[in-house]
């Protein structure tokens, strides 16, 4: 008896954490606006995929959450629809929504109020909906405000914030590059200033935000909210970039010494570096060294017996090359097909996505579809064997073999 006693408590117990969170309707979408209708609510749509992370993240750590489900429950009827099956299809074709988890607040009738985009924490969810439902808060009040010369800093945070919901880069970019005219580096040092810069501005490895928190590395790393990671998230791609842009338009010595510029932000191993290196020599035309390059990685990972990563070689020899039009029927590509069919030959037990991704390509270039279509099958074979499950984007592609 004192066991059942504990049993039934723990099944209360766990159905009051569960339904604390947002409460999401069974029912259709025609029967959500008609019960948001009555009981004189909006609407609030998650429209996701099985396939989406993010979307996952949401309905996991942030719909539970009793702060979310207070406050949703209270001010929408709150449905999830999946973009790829049954009303979620035509809904998504409606609203335009290519990305996910996209989170609609719609009135009854159905007019869109606001839209957000990706998994986000719960403050910030609740940030949204409150957005969503004062018109004042939404980005055609900001930018009236703005044209009218608002231009206190958490004014202009709350604007960026809205302008990059909205995806409109050139405008957050432009912000930026004004905002910076009124300050002096020194003011990076003060956490709501450097969030609006680095909101708002494109950091490159030679701009003077850029090489002003390079040299005040310290300062900036042991501010709240930066730490190691927050430093090197915001440090590594511009040097990245930048000696991406050296590989290209360089010499080798500029190269060697874009390293040793960047090691701080980015401390290349001997693959990277011959990463850069291939990238050099494709760009100055010298195949053969670019080839050797890439066969010597390749070579290096199936000594260490890791097929797979000496099959990504081979893909991303396809990817570096992608707008090389001079490429295909030259005698560096029947090298590399070659190349890659002996390595698919030789591997074909193991784990060599890559190598498939390969061959897809290099048949699609040759315009061999029933090559193209053998190997993209084998492909996704691996794929599910791998992660469980065929990727929509997968998909796609021999769905574009199908109709060459």
Known sequence: MKKLILI??????????????????HGTLAEAFEKAKKEN?????????????????????????KKVGDYFNLHFVNIKLDAEKGEGIEFAKKYNINAYPTLLFLKPNGDVMYTTKGAVSADVLIGDAKIAMNPSLQL????KRYANGERNLDFLLQYCAELRKAEKTDRILKLGDAYLETIEMKDLLNPKVLRMVIGSHKLTFKGEVYQFMYANWEKFEAMEGIGKDGMMYYMERPAREYLGEVAKKGSIEELNKGFEE?????NTNNDTRDIYYSLHHLEQGRMNKWYDIHMKRMNASISELDYENAANVLSFMIYQTKNKTDLK??????????????FVKEYEDKQIRGAYKALINLYKMEGNKQKALESVDTYLKQVEMKFGKVFPSDLKLREEIENM
Request: charged share 25%; net charge positive; proline share 3%.
């Open 8 to 25: 039934t408590v723990a099944i209360l117990c766990t159905s009051t954490v569960f339904s604390q969170g947002i409460q999401f309707e």
């Open 41 to 65: 609510k909006w609407v609030f749509v998650d429209t996701y995929t099985e396939w989406c992370g993010p979307c996952k993240a949401l309905s996991k750590r942030v719909f539970p959450q």
């Open 140 to 143: 055609t009040a900001l930018e």
């Open 262 to 266: 960047v090691k701080r932000a980015y």
């Open 329 to 342: 029927g030259s005698k560096h590509f029947k090298r590399l097909l070659k190349t890659s069919e002996k």
